[in-house]
């Protein structure tokens, strides 16, 4: 989790993103469930904090698309699959 003094900091979503794009990587190298649902999660909030205008938002967009079809290729989950299409 980020400290509460990140909260209103500028570059909030570059370090989400930042922090999901590692928590996927270790997914990859370890294999833990927990790490990739994090990743989901922080990519989701880094979006989230992201207004739509912003020129790094598409990224952002990309990285959770990204994540929630490595998490549909793990589960099979339709939800993850149909929410990977959404975004």
């Known amino acids: ?3 509460q003094s990140l ?7 570059g370090y989400l993103n930042t922090l999901g794009i590692r928590l996927g990587g270790r997914f990859q190298r370890m294999g833990s469930m ?3 649902n994090r990743a989901v999660d922080v990519a ?9 205008d912003h020129p790094n938002r598409a990224i ?7 994540s929630l079809g490595t ?9 993850d699959l ?3 299409v959404d975004v």
């Open 1 to 3: 989790a980020l400290p």
């Open 7 to 13: 909260e209103d900091h500028p570059n909030r979503a």
């Open 34 to 36: 927990d790490d990739l």
């Open 44 to 52: 989701a909030m880094a979006v989230d904090v992201t207004p739509e």
């Open 60 to 66: 952002y967009l990309n990285n959770l698309g990204n």
């Open 71 to 79: 998490r549909f290729k793990r589960t099979g989950s339709m939800d």
């Open 82 to 84: 149909n929410r990977a």
